[in-house]
């Protein structure tokens, strides 16, 4: 019965792959993010996205792109890894209005080589 | 652009002792506030939210108030215990988005 739940736990890749992380949850939830968690702990947004919109954070390189099936899946979609795209990236959930709590998944840990 | 700002990077007390961590935010005071807990290795989990309109929230051994003067939020955990030991986000709703402050790593000593 897990909420939010992210696959792979652990992604180690060489440099200038393409990869993805699956995302999925199970709570009903018409908005999911994908947040970015550097080496400093910094957590930073990088999309939120529901059935009707997709806000994209302006930094984030478009190399990166989130896909959704259906609503309770949000993958993450990154084309040629960098040294720097290394972090752990988390999925969330929540409901859109207003400003809800959101629910996090365990994580995925990318280490690009 | 809006920043937040965690007191402090850590912060070590002793068991049974309050602790006080500080989230600042500059420009324009936001709708709402909340404040999660994260674990090493785990997602963040939600506690507490505050409006703007209400000074504190209490739940449990939490207590967390809204300054929208001083642009700041105050989270408390009383009787502190070594299981509290973890990092503490506070975050704003900033254009339909969370931002995040970098987080204050809490460790209660026996």
């Known amino acids: 019965d897990t909420a939010v739940s992210q696959t792979p736990k652990y992604l180690v890749t060489q440099m200038g792959n393409d990869k993805s992380i699956k995302c999925e949850q199970n709570?009903?939830?018409?908005?999911m993010y994908w947040y970015k968690q550097d080496s400093k702990k910094f957590l930073k947004i990088m999309f939120s996205y529901n059935n009707k919109e997709l806000i994209i954070n302006e930094t984030v390189p478009n190399r990166f792109s989130p896909k959704s099936p259906d609503k309770a899946h949000l993958n993450l979609h990154i084309n040629s890894l960098e040294l720097g795209d290394s972090a752990v990236y988390f999925c969330a959930s929540s409901h859109r209005d207003p400003y809800n709590e959101q629910f996090f998944g365990p994580g995925t840990r990318l280490t690009v080589l | 652009s809006q920043k937040i700002e965690q007191n402090s990077e850590a912060l070590n007390i002793q068991e049974g002792k309050t602790a006080t961590l500080t989230c600042n935010y500059t420009n324009y005071s936001p709708a709402y506030l909340q404040w999660y807990r994260q674990d090493p290795g785990r997602g963040p989990v939600f506690l507490l939210l505050i409006r703007e309109n209400e000074k504190e929230k209490r739940k449990e051994r939490l207590k967390v108030t809204f300054d929208t003067t001083l642009k700041q939020s105050l989270f408390h955990i009383t009787a502190s215990q070594p299981a509290d030991s973890a990092t503490y986000l506070c975050?704003?709703?900033?254009?339909?988005?969370?931002?995040f402050g970098a987080g204050t790593r809490l460790t209660v000593k026996p």
């Open positions: 709570l009903g939830h018409d908005t």
């Open positions: 975050a704003l709703v900033l254009n339909n988005d969370m931002r």
